[in-house]
């Protein structure tokens, strides 16, 4: 099997060097053997018998949870394709520390893995493809006639799955193409009744105290904020409180708008019906039903990867942000109605503010001297070291060793006192 390696570089395809997967997979002198394991038989498989598929690089560990989690989310659409016959086949390349580690996490996936004793064939992997983190997952294409050959390799394959799933192959540059112009269209013919029926449900779950059922075209014109989120995820644990008080705090700053109206709908991942009840109980919102279609279809629509997610929907139905949670924890209900608008004003006023604050810090939890920085000068992107949420813009900083925290999250102390 050859493939052509090309790479994603702003949306335009450089055609790197033609490489041989016999090249990268051989053992003893270079036989035509992948030495990869497959079913409780630990057969092993030649090269050949992979010729003329898609073949995806799975790079993974067991030891760590996000590649926990995608593992049976690709299992999900691997099946599937197998099912139908297509010709798609992964071989799992192991970071496992130890080979019963590996053991216990090949025992759950169904496809082919290199053996956790040749290190040679791992490693050469991970640097013919510069692995920099995982999971990864590297789609290799076939190529019969390497003249005529116009496929890709992909190096986002990870992405790939969560956002298109089976709909994503054979992985050309062509099947993604036609995927973005769909995804573009449906966004651009985005409304918040596409959004949230189907052919049997045009309803949503009241909260208790509320009507049983509200139907979704009530909501239609409203500012809407679709809630990801789970009873067993601890960050969801953390921001569902905040999220609750900022909820009263806009529908009360909103009594006397009759023009504007702010709701928010519960998407769950719950993993079972009583854990949905007993956390949906805690809500004033509303809620899709335990295990809805519709569910999925968001999480792809929207690229969910992370819970808690808040994504806001404009009172035309478009999307106007999917950081609604980070402009709440930033912003609080000020960042209503979390228009490109608002954010600007908020960023000019946070600017503002902080030519008010002074330029070096001791916080309480932290022993090195901290020094105000903005996204501009030495900040960007963080998660606050004191509250665990995500900032931007202004931040004091640790020049040293990079903790940061909010500004607003400073607990001043002086220098002596902070250990």
Known sequence: MKVIVMRMEDEVMNKQNEICLKELIKKNGGDDVCWVLQGDDDEKVKVSDLEGKVVGLYFSANWYKPCRDFTPVLAGVYKQLKDQQLGFEIVFVSSDEDSNAFDSYRACMPWLAIPFSDLESKKALNRRFDVEGIPCLIILQPNDDIEDYDGATFFEGVELIYRYGIRAFPFTTERLCELEKEEKERHENQTLTNLLTNHDRDFLLGHPSSPKQVT?????????????????????????????????????????????????????????????????????????????????????????????CLVIIGPDGKTLTKQGRNLINLYSDKAYPFTEAQVNYLEKQMDEEAK?????????GHRHELTLVSEGNGGGPFICCDCEEQGLGWAYQCLECGYEVHPKCIKTVNRGSTG
């Open 216 to 308: 979704v075209a009530s909501l239609v014109g409203k500012t809407i904020g679709l809630y990801f989120s789970a009873q067993w995820c601890i960050p969801a644990q953390k921001f569902t409180p905040k999220l609750i008080s900022i909820y009263y705090k806009i529908k009360q700053m909103l009594v006397d708008a009759k023009d504007k109206d702010f709701e928010v709908v519960f998407v769950s991942t719950d993993r079972t019906l009583d854990d949905f009840d007993s956390y949906f109980e805690t809500m004033p919102w509303l809620a899709l039903p335990y295990g809805d279609p519709t569910i999925k279809n968001l999480t792809k629509y929207f690229d969910v990867q992370r819970i808690p």
């Open 356 to 364: 008010n604050l002074t330029r070096f810090e001791y916080h309480s």
